[in-house]
């Protein structure tokens, strides 16, 4: 997003949300057309994409400070889906999920094709790729997983609209299947909360009767990938399992790595 964008987008978040704001409220609902409506007012030429307006704001960019700083102590205001056209301001405890800086590190060497990899970016497309071919989906959640389907789009029960970057099948020994939502964040793209909760309520309407494990993906540089599991709870999404995975060339993979490796725990 560019500076220019950012300021328009800036005033627009900050019209619409100063037009709703009360002092105590802990949601805020409004409507895809109050961008329109503050743009007229504020005398600002609209974006072509007028989705792109929430999208920077739901994954790339931190809310602006003057929406942030009316949360409470130990909160923040995120902006979730609330039906076809519609969405809201809602406090809560975290928004945004990011991989441990502390957490080791697991080598997996590198099964990506040459001409994948030389052509391959640190995107979102190049992350499904490298997950896909390393298999480390199957690795991550021990079940032997199968990719359905790309990009899914569908519509929840509540009118709103939402996109899964790949949904898995899996397997495991005794036979059960289980139907795991990716989401890849690659570049600056962050991963919320709110894109896990949506995940959940996609496999209970379009699955119901497979076992749900949401999965997520981010690079954190290079090779190096982190790999996230979720459950929900009545607080909220929570992370019940994170891994790092690097991938190397075979060579990179010592004896002693590989040792240490047999006795860690599971």
């Known amino acids: 997003m560019t500076t220019k964008e950012s300021?328009?987008?800036?005033?627009?978040?900050?019209?619409?949300?100063?037009?709703?704001y009360r002092k105590g409220v802990n949601?805020?609902?409004?409507?895809r057309t109050e961008i329109n409506q503050a743009a007229d007012e504020l005398g600002i030429i609209l974006p072509k994409n007028l989705g792109d307006v929430l999208y920077s704001f739901r994954y790339r960019t931190d809310l602006p400070k003057a929406i942030t700083s009316k949360a409470p102590k130990g909160f923040e205001w995120i902006i979730k889906p609330a039906g076809k056209g519609k969405y809201k301001f809602m406090v809560t405890k975290q928004s945004i999920i990011v991989p441990s800086s502390i957490l080791a590190e697991t080598k997996i060497p590198d099964s990506t094709p040459g001409v994948i990899a030389k052509y391959s970016m640190n995107d979102e497309q190049s992350l499904l790729a490298k997950l896909r071919y390393n298999r480390l989906v199957d690795i991550f959640t021990g079940l032997t997983c199968y990719s359905l389907q790309n990009h899914l789009r569908t519509t929840l029960r509540d009118g709103s609209q939402v996109e899964t970057?790949?949904?898995y099948i899996g397997l495991d020994k005794r036979g059960a299947h289980y139907i795991l939502p990716v989401q890849a964040k690659g570049g600056k793209d962050k991963?919320?909360?709110?894109?896990i909760e949506q995940d959940f309520d996609l496999c209970a309407l379009k699955f119901?009767?497979?076992?749900?494990?949401?999965?997520?993906a981010q690079?954190?540089?290079g090779n190096l990938i982190a790999l996230f599991e979720f459950e929900q709870s009545k607080d909220g999404i929570k992370v019940t399992s994170e891994k790092h995975y690097r991938l190397v060339r075979p060579?990179?993979?010592?004896?002693?790595?590989?040792?240490?490796?047999?006795?860690?725990p599971a």
Not at 27 to 31: A, R, V, W
Not at 191 to 195: K, P, Y
Not at 251 to 264: A, F, K, Q, T, W
């Open 7 to 20: 300021n328009r987008y800036t005033q627009i978040l900050e019209a619409i949300f100063a037009k709703h």
């Open 27 to 31: 949601e805020i609902d409004f409507e």
């Open 165 to 167: 970057d790949e949904i």
């Open 191 to 195: 991963l919320g909360v709110v894109q």
């Open 208 to 216: 119901p009767r497979l076992i749900c494990r949401a999965i997520a």
């Open 219 to 221: 690079f954190i540089e």
């Open 251 to 264: 060579d990179e993979l010592s004896p002693e790595e590989l040792e240490s490796y047999n006795i860690r």
